[in-house]
């Protein structure tokens, strides 16, 4: 597991046990980490966006903290963030959020895999299944 998957999951399980803001200092965990600030920030720029479900203050400087939380993420809000293209790995990412926010059930999150896979559709293509999928599970 590489360093920044473990940082990764470090904040992971703090948020899960917090239901509020959980306010975090850059300094203090690439000191637990053992790695320099900007390790920080690229997890948090890479893994903890919107499309990803969480909500990021931050605020640079001596006294500088990150501030996260989950949101719950619905049909609409997954819909709003498909972009116009889908690779394989956005589809997946897609397809994580939606089953993470109860849209899919496992059932459907694999059915929606198969049917969206680069072998059986384009880019475009996908991106039209996809948003068809969602919303009919609405």
Do not use: H
């Amino acid at each position: 597991m590489g360093i920044s998957d473990k940082i990764e999951a470090f904040i992971c399980q703090l948020v899960k046990d917090d239901n509020d803001w959980v306010e975090l200092g850059r300094n203090e965990l690439a000191g637990i980490f053992n790695c320099v600030p900007s390790q920080i920030n690229y997890v948090m720029q890479t893994r903890f966006t919107p499309e990803k479900g969480y909500v990021v203050e931050s605020r640079r400087g001596g006294g500088g903290y990150i501030k996260i939380r989950r949101v719950s993420v619905d049909a609409e809000d997954i819909l709003s963030v498909i972009p116009d293209k889908l690779t394989g790995t956005g589809v997946n990412k897609i397809i994580k959020l939606a089953l993470d926010a109860g849209v899919f059930d496992e059932r459907n999150a694999a059915l929606a895999l198969a049917a969206v896979s680069e072998e059986s559709l384009g880019e475009e293509q996908r991106v039209a299944v996809m948003k068809a999928m969602i919303k009919a599970l609405m």
